[in-house]
């Protein structure tokens, strides 16, 4: 518990500006240069560009090669969007479910339209059912 008081004490020992903060006098931070390299000599960033510039394969012009990438970027992402998404709801009645749903919703109607139960014990209607005699 002492060590913490002592540590406390020397935090308040510390000026305002000193306390979280480099012992440099500004926040930048010098990046090492190669040797050789002059101090004052930077290329700005679009001359950069036009020297190395990234290369997506749609052409050879940097500027054409951009628009390109991002007209075929554009284009696949809504095409799969779209299409997929109509594909998926234009998709058959997988397992035949919604027209299972609508038949039983018929079957219930006609039931309770000819006064007859729902549910019967007998899948088939035994009267029309030829059994094999009992022998």
Excluded: C
């Amino acid at each position: 518990m002492a060590a913490l008081w002592r540590a406390l004490r020397a935090l308040r020992a510390l000026p305002a500006g000193a306390r979280g903060r480099s012992a440099a006098s500004s926040g930048a931070v010098a990046l090492p240069r190669p040797l050789g390299a002059d101090a004052h000599e930077e290329e700005p960033m679009l001359v950069a560009q036009k020297k190395n510039p990234d290369y997506h394969g749609f052409s050879a012009d940097p500027e054409a090669d951009v628009a390109n990438m991002r007209a075929a970027f554009l284009a696949g992402v809504s095409i799969a969007i779209v299409l997929g998404s109509v594909f998926v709801h234009y998709l058959p009645d997988y397992g035949l479910q919604q027209w299972a749903r609508r038949e039983a919703e018929f079957q219930v109607r006609e039931r309770e339209r000819r006064g007859l139960p729902l549910l019967t014990s007998n899948y088939y209607d035994p009267d029309r059912l030829s059994l094999p005699s009992s022998e």
